[in-house]
């Protein structure tokens, strides 16, 4: 019953973000400027609970020329899917999978660093072992936030650190 309503919720998040997708062209025409281009990062995860992985997210923007007016900071709001897989080792050791979509909100510095702070909800698919001490399977909300240092316009590296993935170390490149 709790993994049919988990799935439930993770599938309503999905719809709710898949409706913010169609109604970019919306956006896009009430806004000035170019597009700003869709983002994928490949990461590395060294996570809570005795657990490593790796991960992938792609990041499209929603809202191109967000909320701050200041010739010194840009913004923008982006939807956020992605899939961590991990495995974890010691008492409780197996593989896991963690689906999730985000919001995510992006401040950009001086076209080299940018910063961004992330919600959103995942479906966790943890190893069985840990069902009696953490959970096995559930909906959980996510809270991240992290760090991107652009080296040139298609690339940068990430950092991230948050709920449940832990710390996420890994390069996104835009496209």
Excluded at 35 to 63: N, T
Aim: no cysteine; hydrophobic share 50%.
């Amino acid at each position: 019953m709790q993994s049919r309503m988990g799935f439930t919720v993770f599938v309503g998040a999905l719809a709710v973000g898949l409706a913010a997708l169609l109604s970019a062209p919306a956006l896009a025409d009430a806004q000035a400027g170019p597009p700003p281009s869709v983002r994928l990062d490949i990461h590395g995860d060294f996570g809570w609970y005795h657990s490593f992985g790796a991960g992938a997210r792609v990041d499209i923007p929603v809202v191109r020329d967000g909320f701050i007016r200041s010739s010194d900071v840009s913004d923008d709001l982006s939807i956020s899917p992605g899939l961590e897989l991990f495995s974890a080792y010691g008492p409780y050791s197996g593989m896991g999978l963690i689906p999730m979509v985000m919001v995510q909100w992006n401040l950009y510095f001086a076209h080299q660093f940018s910063f961004f702070l992330e919600a959103g909800i995942a479906l966790l698919f943890a190893p069985s072992g840990w069902s009696n001490h953490y959970y096995d399977q559930v909906v959980a909300p996510v809270g991240q936030l992290g760090f991107r240092w652009h080296l040139s316009d298609a690339m940068a590296l990430l950092i991230r650190v948050g709920w449940p993935a832990g710390t996420q170390i890994g390069v996104a490149f835009d496209l």
